[in-house]
């Protein structure tokens, strides 16, 4: 069974850091790329950030870059996620997701359930 369990969401206020993890399971975890979506309230889901299965290449939404950082662990078949200075636009659903091969495949063949980061002001 295919699993992609995201963890590490919660309550944060503006500023400070969260680190969320993506489990994989149940698919061969070096053939995908591992991206990072979120939606927010009312709004539609939106590309925050990937890394490639196999050159690690990683790419970020431009609201983004410099605050997060994306990385993984294979011998965990875990990505993470590092947040940073948190604003409280970053409030939202973020979801794990795995594509084929390369974040530029541009097709989520998995996704995860999702977990909540919230920012306070």
């Known amino acids: 069974e295919v699993q992609l369990v995201e963890s590490g969401g919660g309550l944060v206020q503006a500023g400070g850091s969260l680190r969320l993890s993506c489990a994989a399971s149940?698919?061969?975890?070096?053939?995908?790329?591992i991206a990072w979506f979120r939606q927010a309230p009312g709004k539609e889901r939106e590309a925050v950030s990937c890394i490639n299965s196999s050159d690690a290449a990683t790419y970020y939404a431009d609201s983004v870059k410099g605050r997060f950082t994306i990385s993984k662990d294979h011998a965990k078949n875990t990505v993470y996620l590092q947040m940073n200075s948190l604003k409280p636009e970053d409030t939202a659903v973020y979801y794990c997701?795995?594509?084929?091969?390369?974040?530029?495949?541009?097709?989520?063949?998995?996704w995860g359930k999702g977990t909540l980061v919230t920012v306070s002001s």
């Open positions: 997701a795995a594509q084929f091969l390369a974040c530029t495949q541009g097709l989520v063949d998995y």
């Open positions: 149940g698919f061969i975890f070096d053939d995908y790329a």
